[in-house]
């Protein structure tokens, strides 16, 4: 009943397509709907919650939801501390919420992690406000991910997995602390621009002054693939007075002459500021980084095998003064990753403020 009911959401009245990036209107006729991507089931295999409850994956097709796929959504995750909402753009989002009152929200469309607010109800993300919500552009903004290309490349830039409605496979609340489980697999867009079979596995935890987020890559092809990752994460800065410490030393790659041709050179500061445009890759950055963003709070970044580093503001070159608003300070994978068939690569962030 349930099932049907999802499978009844008509495809095409959903505006999106992520095959091509366009708008499907109501009257789309069924022969104009190359839409394909990859019509997944709405339900995918049954996947174990880990706490003795059987769940299934609930695969978002559409980039939209109406209000009857948002309240069945709802019914199906059915776990303490996790909402579904519709957000801006009519686009779904999980909100989580931990026993302390911290927050954080989830836009399906991306696995982008758009807001992270402390139980004093500050916010710690950055979402830009000419963010687009229409899904067909990546939302710019929280954590978009950058796979399976941080680019510049031969795809489209930062790959398609921030361009992407993925599906929701688990959900749990451990004393009060709720979790998320994205995934993404490959489909004939993917295919069409990176020719290869993956699953993308995508943890969030909330936790109180604590986000975490864990992500796995599996090669399911019979293939070997090699892949260039990151979380772009934007935070909320007051960028002129922003610091980010324990870079000192790392190798780095300076991309604002030229991103295609960056130049290589060595940290020397203690604490790496933002006084105008900046684009650097740091390699082999340390497990640490502090950022105090100008704001009062002084964030941990910590990883476990995201082993590279950016930091990203455009200062002038984005339009108005949104600039002064947020820092991106990215954890990375900039020299490829190579994964033979069966093989995952699996990397931490966690996110803690005291
Ligand atoms: O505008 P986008 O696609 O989100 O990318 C923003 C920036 O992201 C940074 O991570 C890159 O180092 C920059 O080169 C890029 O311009």
Known sequence: MLMEALHAVPYSCCGFNPL?????????????????????????????????????SISMDSARASIGLLETLQSQINTEGVKVEEGKGGLPKLVLTES???????????????????????????????????????ISGGIPHCFPQFGPGPIQQHGFARNLPWSISNCENDRGSPS?????????????????????????????????????????????FTFTTALHTYFSALAAEVGVKGLKGCKTLDKVPDPVNPIPGVEEREEVNFPGFVDCVYLDAPQELLLKNGLGDAISITNKNWSDAVLWNPH??????????????????????????????????????S
């Open 20 to 56: 091509r990036g366009v708008s499907f209107s109501a009257s789309s006729s069924s022969s104009a709907r190359p839409l394909a991507a990859p019509p997944s089931p709405l339900f995918s295999p049954l996947t174990n919650s880990g706490r003795g409850r059987r769940r299934r």
């Open 316 to 353: 002038t070159n984005a339009p108005g003064n949104i600039h002064k608003d947020f820092v991106c300070v990215e954890n990375a994978k900039i020299n490829p990753v190579s994964l033979q068939p069966g093989e995952k690569w699996v990397a931490e962030q966690v996110l803690k403020v």
């Open 100 to 138: 302390s009152g911290s927050q954080a929200e989830i836009y399906v469309f991306g696995a982008c992690v758009t807001s992270w607010r402390l139980s004093s109800g500050k916010d710690l993300l950055f979402v830009r406000p000419d963010a687009l919500f229409n899904g067909q552009k990546p």
């Open 180 to 224: 998320v489980v994205f995934e993404l697999k490959d489909n004939k867009y993917t295919q069409d621009m990176w020719n290869y079979t993956f699953l993308a596995t995508y943890k969030v935890s909330l936790e109180k002054n604590k986000l975490s987020t864990t992500l796995v890559v599996t090669n399911t092809d019979d293939k070997l």
